[in-house]
């Protein structure tokens, strides 16, 4: 059976299967996130949480296939290619997934962004599978002003 995804608070608290703001998972789907601004920018859509990092923990993926969600938007941060490509290896099947890909700046960032932006990003996101090749080129030089 599937169950919500609950976060454990005794002592003890195991980071790897957790996510912050678990008790927002009301719905048929799952904002995934780095950390809690993003998270905390993400709110409009519902669904969002915190992986409190862009590694996503084993723990946590079961977290997410024992959920009961039907679609996964994808909102890490785009230096976290490796991540999203193993998600989508780890999940494609189980539910649908979306890519929330962050816009704009030097280094693209749901936080840096407004709630109605990332509501925006989520309302247009992709719907991607395991053929989808998620890439990072982190730049050589800063800009100098």
Same mark, same amino acid.
């Given at each position: 059976t599937k169950q919500a995804l609950k976060i454990?608070?005794?002592y003890g608290l195991k980071r790897d299967r957790v996510v912050m703001?678990?008790?927002r998972v009301k719905s048929d789907h799952l904002v995934l996130c780095e950390g809690p601004v993003d998270a905390v920018k993400a709110h409009l859509c519902g669904g969002n949480v915190a992986t409190m990092g862009k590694g996503?923990?084993?723990?946590q993926i079961?977290?997410? =296939?024992?959920s009961g969600i039907k679609k996964?938007?994808?909102a890490l941060d785009p230096d976290a290619a490796a991540e999203t490509t193993n998600l989508v290896k780890q999940l494609y099947g189980e539910v649908e997934i979306y890519h929330m890909l962050a816009q704009g700046g030097e280094k693209p960032d749901l936080g840096a962004m407004s709630f109605e932006e990332v509501y925006e990003l989520y309302k247009s996101a992709p719907k991607?599978?395991?053929? =989808?090749?998620?890439?990072y080129i982190k730049p050589l030089f800063k800009k100098a002003y």
């Open positions: 454990q608070t005794s703001f678990a008790d996503v923990s084993q723990g079961n977290l997410i =296939k024992n996964l938007y994808l991607v599978g395991p053929g =989808k090749m998620f890439v």
